[in-house]
């Protein structure tokens, strides 16, 4: 089945850690995205690609970065510098510009 | 900066009756809008969308309108049933930038 996978689903990490999200997709997306959601808020945009080993800062990239080296993953660190990095994180991918973009489940993380 | 906005946090409806959904946008460049639709913990799930150069699509009990002169839209929802209780994010994209309002949390009464 064709998809976009997240993992892990929980994660908890001690404060001034680095910790690396992942997403994976089998759709042949060209483009990926990360998303931030905090509680009772919309979904920001982290960083976005729109092909391998390129891409683009959203409206909240500090504390956080990327890579791009496949095109069927878009691991994100959250780096120490993230002041405040308890969140759910959704990854999303998409294949042309005008088409629906597909999400994952999300990965919840907590800093503990 | 928020580019797109969805001004009403919340909207109660009852079942049977219409539900609309607002959002607005600065962006000019925006050149296609989607409605997406989410659970708690779960990730987005696709609606409907608009591409700039229409004024409405329809799919379903799913319309959306665009109105490009006051940079708004809408999604309208007919009839609302209870299945339909969920967060909806209005989307915008300006070439592969994917960028989305604050959502609003319907809730369909029996």
């Known amino acids: 089945d064709g998809g976009i996978t997240q993992s892990p689903k929980y994660l908890f990490r001690k404060e001034g850690q680095n910790v690396t999200l992942s997403c994976e997709q089998n759709l042949n997306h060209d483009a990926m995205y990360w998303y931030r959601q905090d509680p009772g808020q919309g979904l920001r945009l982290i960083y976005y690609s729109q092909i391998v080993n390129d891409f683009q800062k959203g409206d909240i990239a500090e504390g956080y970065s990327v890579s791009r080296e496949k095109k069927e993953s878009f691991p994100l660190t959250v780096t120490s510098a993230q002041k405040n990095p308890t969140a759910f994180y959704l990854c999303?991918?998409?294949?042309?510009?005008?088409?629906?973009?597909?999400f994952g489940q999300g990965t919840r993380l907590t800093v503990v | 900066d928020q580019q797109v906005k969805q001004n009403s946090p919340s909207l109660s409806v009852q079942e049977g009756r219409i539900s609309i959904l607002n959002c607005d946008y600065t962006n000019s460049m925006f050149d296609y809008f989607l409605w997406y639709k989410k659970y708690p913990a779960e990730g987005p799930t696709f609606l409907i969308s608009?591409?700039?150069?229409?004024d409405k699509n329809e799919d379903g009990r799913f319309t959306v309108f665009l109105n490009k002169s006051a940079k708004h839209l809408s999604l309208h929802i007919v009839p609302s049933q209870p299945g339909d209780s969920a967060v909806y994010f209005c989307a915008a994209l300006n070439d592969y930038k994917l960028s989305f309002g604050a959502g609003t949390t319907v809730t369909v009464r029996a």
């Open positions: 999303a991918s998409t294949n042309t510009v005008g088409t629906e973009a597909f």
């Open positions: 608009i591409s700039s150069i229409k």
